[in-house]
């Protein structure tokens, strides 16, 4: 048995794996690991059915045909021809329309590859690649967004305190599936069950009675979609009218509580309640019992996130917290440095919090950068462009083709492409685009330090794996497969000095503010050393990055969204918009595009992805369980399958994303269950995400249903 962990999600599950001749043939938990102590999930425990998949990619391809259609054919090539030409082919361009010509575009799963992440960093760094993208865009760039202008920092995420908690709300997120995002936790819902059983009261804010919901682990406050904004204000105002902020906190660590005050005026709980479809009194029933708990805690997802104002929503979240006197405090919400305070890493001047980059093209409108990355619903569209197009697209562990909104509109961008390079596992909806698919190594397959959860850690704790097995056929590690090309270009690279490359030097650095290095994590017991768990006390003096040490409790950057904030209400009120509104399902049998192509998932009731509604909502068309329908938005429209729900409110209907493959021979099971591409419906281009995050609107949205 070898000790190693899971890079999939953040809690970055301890795990054991089995191996034969060779190959990993079992993972299962790790029952003697000090934190995640035992507990796994199916995302981690299926991980080898990746990676022992026979559709994996084994060696460098390289598109035959010119037509950049799914399907070509690919051809073998080595390592040298392959980054040869590559080489030659960046650089000619770069030579001929600048470094502006060259984009990245970067996937989730380079978030848990800590040497892969510092070498593309290196990498864009040297091509000065100006135009990057990533998922992030898609799930959560909002935080960043938020954290910068509230808390001086893009790396600053206090997380709930469940296990001293005394009140508990959780917007937008379903623990029992998903596991959490932005807190790094083992089994949450074995935490949620034991702050029920101690007393705490918890809420799940949600349009769905999703599974995390049970007697022993919390209640339902069943929310409309993309209304979330208008509720947390409500709290707020409520909150202000009890006379339950805490002054004396604001006072000593927070700045423009005037501004904050001004903007929950109108938002009382009579006011938003037909919006939220939550009666007022419950909402000031909340509203108090939040601000009278003696600790109390709040926390949000993805569910929040990608609506249309997923920042205020992140803002707000963070004002629940401060001006009740619960950030920093034991029992709400608190910063976990872990064995490096990334907190500071993400520090921004108070000048770069603006939409003033002289970088930037005008025609969009205004546009900023969020941790460096553009709006991804903006990728066709820099594409096309007639002055200074992308040329060169660079695609890292990522599937935009599925992942983003406007499918038929990326593919005839991609088209204008000059080169198109993808490095990942699989030749997925993305790759059969390419004119390079490289292979990469998978988690498995190299040596990796648990940096995902890093500031986020519930328990912090930091874990060393070596490579389980050696990557197979001629697969290569992520920073081999960059600092080579680098190297064919001309530019520096690790490979320069001769030698083993210095790969951990960095990383040393960090883990030497906790007293660590690689070596000494390696050589403890279960590769793993265990840190001191959060707590309170530093986070205004050693944590906060602004530059007066205060909480903004109003940043400026919010100006113009603020204003926009009644429109958006109005049309909420506006009985002419589509019957329904459309929100993403999570579901344990898809991950992203991750899970795509594993026999375990495709049962037999989940080889597709039908539109979950109501069985209200089904009689109300005079539709039946199962029956074909057309589901329209303004971006476009798709034919489903009715799956009766009923976890779902009236007027909200669902669709698993990650689906859509029928045009990818290169994962075959995943064509022959292909689903469909809920992200058709989705609005793309100009006025598609939130501009504060460039965050993309993904939930909430207008569709109507009809039979088909």
Known sequence: MTNTFCRVCEPSCALKAEIAEGRVTRLKPDREHPVTAGFACHKGLYYTAIHNDPDRLDHPLRRRSASRQPGAHFEAVSWDDALGDIATRLQQIRDTHG????????????????????????????????????????????????????????????????????????????????????????????????????????????????????????????????????????????????????????????????????????????????????????????????????????????????????????????????????LDRRGGNLYSPGFYPAAKAGRIAPEQVSFQDPDLPEHYGPLRRVRGMLPGNLLPDMIEQEEAPIRALIVFAGNPLLSMAGEARLRRAFEKLELVVVLDLFRNATGELADYLLPCADMLERRDLNICGLGMQVQPFVQYTDAVVPPAAERREEWWILHRLLQVMGLPSLFDQGGEPPLFQRLDRMLSRSGLSVKAVREAPGHTVVLSAPDAGRFYEDWIQTEDKRVDCCPALFH?????????????????????????????????????????????????????????????????????????????????????????????????????????????????????????????????????????????????????
Request: hydrophobic share 40%; charged share 20%; aromatic share 8%.
């Open 99 to 326: 470094n502006t010509a060259v984009a990245g575009y970067i996937g989730n799963p380079m978030a848990f590859n800590a040497l892969g992440t510092e070498a593309m960093e290196a990498f864009l760094r040297q091509l000065r690649c100006q135009r990057l993208f990533s998922s992030a865009t898609q799930d959560c760039s909002n935080k960043f967004a938020g954290a910068e202008a509230v808390f001086g920092t893009s790396t600053l995420h206090p997380v709930p305190d469940l296990e001293h908690t005394d009140y508990a709300l959780i917007f937008g997120e379903n623990p029992k599936v998903s596991h959490m995002s932005f807190v790094s936790i083992a089994d949450p819902m074995a935490k949620f069950r034991a702050a029920v059983k101690r007393g705490a009261k918890v809420w799940f804010v949600n349009p769905r009675r999703i599974e995390a919901v049970t007697p022993s682990t919390g209640d339902w406050l069943p929310v409309r979609p993309d209304t979330d904004l208008y509720l947390m204000a409500a709290l707020l105002h409520e909150l202000d009218q009890a006379g339950l902020f805490d002054d004396a906190v604001i006072r000593e660590h927070g700045k423009h509580i005037d501004g904050l005050r001004d903007f929950i005026a109108p938002w009382d709980a009579d006011t938003v309640a037909p919006v939220t479809g939550i009666p007022a009194d419950d909402i000031r029933r909340i509203a108090l019992e939040f601000g009278r708990a003696e600790r109390a805690c709040v926390h949000m997802s993805t569910g929040v996130n990608m609506g249309r104002h997923g920042t205020l929503c992140y803002w707000l979240l963070q004002m629940l917290a401060f001006v009740t006197g619960n």
């Open 560 to 708: 113009d969204a603020l204003s926009e904030v009644r429109a958006h209400f109005a049309a909420l009120q506006d009985q002419q918009t589509p019957p329904f509104r459309l929100i993403n399902l999570r579901t344990h049998y898809m991950h992203n595009s991750w899970y795509q192509n594993v026999p375990q998932l495709k049962r037999p009731d989940q080889q597709d992805n039908p539109l979950h509604m109501s069985p209200a909502d089904i009689e109300a068309l005079g539709l039946s369980a199962g029956a074909s329908v057309t589901v329209r938005s303004d971006a476009g429209a798709l034919q489903a399958q009715v799956h009766a729900d009923d976890s779902l409110l009236p007027g909200v209907v669902a669709m698993v994303h990650g689906w859509g493959n029928q045009r990818t021979p290169g994962l075959r099971l995943a064509m022959q269950h292909p689903g469909t591409n809920v992200n058709v419906l989705l609005p793309s281009g100009p006025g598609s995400y939130e501009r504060l995050s460039n965050q993309a609107f993904m939930t909430g949205i207008p569709v109507q249903v009809q039979a088909s």
